[in-house]
């Protein structure tokens, strides 16, 4: 189902790089991919690049304190496989990081990816993903686990079709310890076109939040091709969230849900639906429309 045109197919290395070019005034810009920022600080691109590899860690931020500021350039993958495991930009039990103004496309498996153990408490925390374009990613467009997350104003196109699994637009989730926070803060968000062919499509899922707000983003055309499985806009796992004021249009089928909610608990109040099953296992008494 693929995707986006691959434009001017640049193939590079996919061996593990530390790239780091000059100072560029208040930020270290990479000068090439792969890299890997092992130092906290504030990092930028200077220009465009292009990747061509279906297993390739773009970006690996291997540090706290990080900024990672792509200045609006692209991270292009112009892989065709649809069973890798690429990630454009990528941590692993990291806090106090941001990136943002990033453009992530083509053929990641994974778009932005913030990964964690949640057998464990959090280990990732303080996560800002924000103002990133991320589109065709074949599993998640932005996936993040931990507590103290916001996700806002990112824009997520056209993700799915990662062989025989899910599709998520924007994932979140947490430890899985009954004692660990599971806040997280998604708002001001367009995600688009979430298609799995195989398997359940979800635009924004949450495996676990607590008390958290999910709110002003758009999702629309989110689709199982296979009318064995579930679309959800939404799928809201964990308790007493809230889900307000979010613009969500499904397509026709019945195996479409707009919201659904692991408890009722949870609120989910003056969201403007237009889906076959519009909410399920939320408290939706203060109205939708």
């Known amino acids: 189902m693929k995707k986006l045109s691959m434009l001017v197919l640049l193939a590079t290395s996919a061996h593990a790089t530390v790239a780091f070019a000059q100072s560029a005034g208040s930020c270290t810009e990479l000068g090439a991919l792969p890299a890997t920022i092992s130092q906290p600080g504030k990092y930028c691109l200077a220009k465009d690049f292009t990747l061509n590899s279906a297993t390739i860690k773009a970006i690996t931020i291997a540090a706290n304190d990080v900024v990672l500021d792509c200045q609006g350039h692209t991270i292009r993958n112009a892989a065709t496989s649809n069973a890798g495991t690429s990630e454009g930009i990528y941590a692993y039990a990291r806090n106090a ?11 990641f498996s994974n778009g932005i990816s913030f990964m964690q153990d949640n057998a464990v408490n959090n280990k990732n925390y303080y996560i800002t ?29 056209d993700i799915g079709g990662q062989a025989n699994t899910y599709a998520f637009g924007i994932r979140v989730g947490g430890s899985t310890l009954a004692s660990s926070f599971k806040f997280h803060l998604i708002h001001h968000n367009v995600v688009a076109g979430t298609n799995s ?14 008390a958290s707000l999910f709110w002003t983003n758009d999702v629309t055309g989110t689709t199982a091709g296979n009318p064995s499985f579930r679309s959800y806009a939404f799928r809201v796992g964990g308790t007493a969230n809230t889900i307000n004021d979010n613009h969500i249009v499904g397509p026709v089928q019945s195996n479409n849900i707009g919201i659904w909610a692991a408890s009722t608990s949870s609120d989910c109040y003056d969201n403007n639906i237009r889906s076959p099953l519009p909410t399920t296992g939320c408290d939706a008494s203060m109205g939708n429309y």
């Open 97 to 107: 990081v941001t990136v943002r103004n990033c453009r992530v496309q083509g053929g």
């Open 129 to 157: 993903i924000e103002d990133n374009f991320v589109a065709g990613a074949y599993s998640h467009g932005i996936r993040a686990f931990g507590s103290a997350l916001e996700i806002r104003n990112n824009r997520v196109y």
């Open 197 to 210: 062919p195989y398997n359940n499509a979800y635009g924004i899922y949450s495996e676990n939040s607590v």
